[in-house]
């Protein structure tokens, strides 16, 4: 017999799923718009402003999505056949259907995890990049790193990592662009300003519709130059918008909300501390991602679906995921929810 669910469902699987709030919808209702096509949008506008001052770039760019930013940087770096490094699962690597070879025309290498969970180590970039090979060899452009690493269980590279990362990318003449979808979760755990963990890199891309809870958006940062080259790009992938300021409206009032996120840690840690007190051999979380080894991963997020938490399995568990819609008794339910381990 089935236990019926207690309350409204507790929807872990990502933090994409929250919904926009009342005070975020009424920025969204009277926000001031422009056509972003034709002459610009004022609120476009301000958005990029304040997330190019936020990560330190000269320019920045509102894309639709994190997807969307990743694909116009490389079709900016790249050209066709140009092999681009990014560490082992990375989001650009297995979760963009292919697009980076599609339509960025890129050879895609992954590189190991040597300096911890989601890192490589500045030695990696050295040992794939070998100048001064044959006229046949393939030529090394672009290292996109992803800070937090989603694959990984949301781990950061430190500001020290990442320094050396760059390091290492520029003196092999790569340019670097950072995947940051959960940079703000990343700065947010280290206790440092987005800024210095994008410094260096030469183009970022940073989601406003993950933990920061707007409805659509991400930003794409980088030089004047760059930008305008990847405002080309994004009217070609039809990514353009008009009145994109109902949009950046609710971009604007999800950077208010940086310093929240250090909540949904707490609970991501609260609920590996309650589950690996019940027996399950959870690691603790380093941001906002939980991930629990279980032997049925589609099993158990059915039996979990049933009493109304909604997980997602991976290869080898159940990833859960909090945010702004997931509350400290939503946790608690989601612990007690957890049949014991087999
Ligand atoms: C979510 C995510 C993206 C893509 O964002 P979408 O808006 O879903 O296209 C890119 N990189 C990472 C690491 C992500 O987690």
Redesign the pocket.
Do not use: V
């Given at each position: 017999m089935t236990v019926p669910p207690v309350g409204p469902p507790v929807d872990l699987r990502s933090d994409?799923v929250t919904r926009p709030d009342a005070r975020m919808r009424a920025a969204m209702a009277s926000a001031e718009v422009g056509d972003d096509v034709l002459d610009g949008d004022p609120t476009m506008r301000a958005l990029e402003a304040k997330v190019s001052e936020l990560l330190g770039t000269e320019d920045a760019l509102w894309v639709?999505?994190?997807?969307?930013?990743?694909l116009i940087a490389l079709c900016v770096h790249l050209e066709r056949g140009d092999r681009f490094l990014a560490p082992d699962r990375?989001?650009?690597l297995d979760?963009?259907a292919g697009t980076a070879a599609w339509l960025a025309g890129g050879m895609p290498r992954a590189l190991p995890w040597t300096a911890g969970p989601g890192v490589p180590d500045p030695s990696d970039i050295s040992r794939a990049v070998a100048p001064g090979g044959p006229y046949f060899a393939l030529r090394d452009r672009l290292l996109c790193l992803?800070n937090?690493?989603?694959a990984a269980g949301g781990t950061v590279t430190t500001a020290s990592q990442h320094r050396r990362l760059v390091a290492a990318a520029h003196d092999s003449g790569l340019l670097v662009h950072l995947?940051g979808?959960?940079l703000w979760n990343a700065a947010s755990a280290l206790g440092v300003a987005p800024a210095v963990l994008a410094e260096g890199a030469d183009t970022v891309?940073v989601?406003l519709?993950?933990g920061l809870g707007a409805p659509v958006g991400?930003v794409l940062a980088g030089s004047a130059e760059f930008v305008r080259q990847a405002r080309r790009v994004r009217k070609m992938l039809g990514g353009g918008v008009r009145q994109g300021g109902v949009l950046a409206a609710a971009g604007l009032v999800a950077l208010e909300r940086q310093d929240r996120l250090a909540v949904d840690h707490e609970h991501a840690l609260l609920l590996a501390a309650g589950l690996a007190d019940r027996g399950w051999k959870t690691a603790p979380p380093q941001t906002n991602i939980v991930a629990v080894p279980v032997h049925d991963p589609a099993g158990t997020v059915a039996r979990l679906g049933q009493v109304g938490i909604l997980t997602l399995p991976t290869d080898t568990g159940v990833r859960m995921i909090t945010h702004c819609d997931v509350s400290r008794h939503d946790i608690i339910r989601t612990i007690n929810a957890f049949p014991p381990p087999a």
């Open positions: 994409t639709p999505s994190g997807s969307m930013g990743n990375a989001h650009i979760l963009e992803e937090t690493h989603g995947d979808a959960r891309q989601c519709s993950k991400s």
